[in-house]
């Protein structure tokens, strides 16, 4: 469990939308290890490392910080990255979906969402905003939940409520392996590319 002040970086192209953020991050007790407001000082930001979650804007100005977040999955897939966005055209949300990133937070959500959204991913688990979860996925996918076992239904569940995979598999006495192949079966029955996308798809259904 984290016990000492998050490290977090922060990617945001308007000053006071940033200045606000590192507020609300620094009264929540986390710490600020570095800024960026473009695609190139993101990107030494979020491949030098050394933070324990990133919360990264999907669009800077003109820009997409889409490719640097896939540039540093590929480098480490277990990088803590959590997607900020105002903004709810599909097609870019869908595409933000496929990157891996394991967070997902609408801007025009409370501020104890951003914090949980952090605080989840930052402990391993995956974190998709009510708001955003049926933008993320298809609707011919939809019907693809119901062939999920009910483990697996219990599984995503969970995944669903920020625990991460080692904590499943405390929790349902399964080995992590189990956990693991539960949620691989789970998300190809769904059609999603990632973890996330899973979990999108079964919020979506109960929105």
């Known amino acids: 469990m984290q016990t000492d002040p998050l490290n977090v970086v922060l990617v945001e192209d308007h000053l006071a939308v940033r200045t606000?953020?590192?507020?609300?991050?620094?009264?929540?007790?986390?710490?600020?290890?570095?800024?960026?407001?473009?695609?190139?000082?993101?990107?030494?930001?979020?491949?030098?490392?050394?933070?324990?979650?990133?919360?990264?804007?999907?669009?800077?100005?003109s820009d997409s910080a889409l490719g640097v977040v896939e540039e540093t999955l590929a480098r480490d897939q277990a990088a803590a990255i959590v997607l900020h966005t105002g903004f709810t055209g599909t097609g870019d949300l869908k595409k933000a979906a496929r990157v891996g990133a394991r967070g997902f937070v609408l801007k025009s959500s409370g501020t104890d969402a951003l914090v949980a959204a952090l605080?989840?991913?930052?402990?391993?688990?995956?974190?998709?905003?009510?708001?955003?979860?049926?933008?993320?996925?298809?609707?011919?996918?939809?019907?693809?939940?119901?062939?999920?076992?009910?483990?697996?239904?219990?599984?995503?569940?969970?995944?669903?409520?920020?625990?991460?995979?080692?904590?499943?598999?405390?929790?349902?006495?399964?080995?992590?392996?189990?956990?693991?192949?539960?949620?691989?079966n789970g998300t190809a029955k769904l059609g999603a590319k990632t973890r996330v996308q899973a979990v999108a798809l079964l919020l979506g259904r109960a929105a």
């Open 20 to 61: 606000g953020l590192e507020y609300v991050l620094r009264d929540a007790g986390m710490q600020i290890a570095g800024t960026a407001s473009g695609v190139d000082e993101a990107r030494v930001l979020l491949l030098r490392g050394g933070y324990d979650v990133a919360l990264v804007d999907i669009r800077l100005g």
């Open 119 to 184: 605080r989840c991913v930052a402990g391993g688990g995956h974190y998709v905003d009510p708001g955003l979860a049926p933008l993320l996925v298809d609707r011919a996918a939809g019907s693809a939940a119901t062939a999920l076992s009910p483990r697996e239904r219990e599984i995503f569940g969970l995944l669903a409520d920020g625990l991460n995979g080692q904590a499943i598999a405390e929790l349902l006495f399964l080995s992590p392996e189990t956990v693991r192949t539960h949620v691989r």
